[in-house]
């Protein structure tokens, strides 16, 4: 789970939000292709998804 930093907070400004995807999908990216076995040239397709909620 992650918490969001910027909860119960009004604004736009989702610099912060952008800079901790970016480090999120590098490691979920290396621990998937971990888990999988595989390169990363091997993978053909892929999907997302995301829970939002409290």
Known sequence: MIA???AG???GELTE???LGAEISV???TRALAALGV???E???Y???AI???
């Open 43 to 45: 993978v053909t397709a």
């Open 9 to 11: 907070q009004v604004g």
């Open 39 to 41: 390169a990363a040239h």
């Open 27 to 29: 490691e979920l990216a």
């Open 52 to 54: 939002v909620g409290t």
């Open 47 to 49: 999907g997302k998804g």
């Open 17 to 19: 939000l952008e800079t």
């Open 4 to 6: 969001n930093p910027l």
